[in-house]
């Protein structure tokens, strides 16, 4: 996929526009799977690609390359054999193999034969046209209508939604552990508030049975991230 990478654990998007590296991460855990995560590396990739449009081709051609000589781009000086110039020439690659090429003998023009090759050179560039073409997606992507809009994709989980590979219950928060060998266990649900420490309540399996104990720390969860967003609101 154009500009998206598969990760072990996600996707990776990264686009370079002009020098710029655009680069963003999508885990399968913090949007709920491949699929959820592969729609958001996509929309987000499309975003940049509409956005971050490449440069046109003429600005492109007015790069000065690392083996130019004359510190005008796309106009040379052709040597004698003994190595001097003999004349100046401008010379432009306007695409479906078309080139313009002029030249300008320093026995004809003088000194004026390198001003002359810059002129011609920018009379080239008048009839470059068009973006520079990156890659075939490139085009197609700025063109079509997002599938997507913002409501409809999968939002990102927060930390505390997000199940760890060591959760045993299936949900983010809630854990059953065993002190010791031949313990019955218990339920624990625990959630962290940055800056603040973390808030848990544990329900015993010898107590209430390990269906009850389970379902009540689900419960306790869910209540103490309710508490949680009611007292993130209310600090702001």
């Known amino acids: ?14 686009l370079v526009r002009n020098g710029v590296r655009y680069a963003c991460l999508f885990g399968y855990a913090s949007y709920g799977g491949p699929r959820q995560a592969l729609r958001r590396a996509q929309a987000w990739r499309d975003i940049i690609v509409k956005e971050h449009p490449p440069v046109t081709r003429k600005e492109r051609a007015q790069t000065l390359r690392s083996n130019n000589r004359t510190g005008e781009p796309g106009v040379s000086s052709r040597l004698s054999a ?4 003999v004349a100046w020439l401008a010379k432009t690659y306007l695409g479906n193999e078309e080139t313009l090429r002029t030249e300008f003998d320093l026995a004809d023009w003088g000194h004026a034969a390198r001003t002359l090759a810059i002129g011609e050179r920018q009379r080239q560039l008048a009839r470059m046209v068009g973006l520079a073409r990156l ?9 079509r209508l997002s599938p997507d809009d913002e409501a409809a994709l999968p939002p990102k989980r927060s930390k505390s939604e997000i199940v760890r590979r060591n959760n045993t219950s299936g949900v983010s928060g809630v854990q059953f552990k065993t002190p010791r060998a031949g313990h019955p266990g218990y339920w624990v649900a625990i959630t962290y508030t940055a800056g603040q420490g973390s808030v848990s309540r544990s329900f015993s399996v010898r107590t209430l049975g390990y269906d009850v104990a389970r379902d009540m720390a689900i419960a306790e969860r869910q209540q103490q991230l309710q508490e949680k967003t009611t007292g993130d609101g209310a600090s702001k």
């Open 1 to 14: 996929m154009y500009g998206i990478s598969a990760r072990p654990w996600g996707y990776e998007v990264s």
């Open 82 to 85: 003994q190595g001097k110039p």
């Open 135 to 143: 890659h075939p997606a490139e085009e197609a992507i700025r063109t």
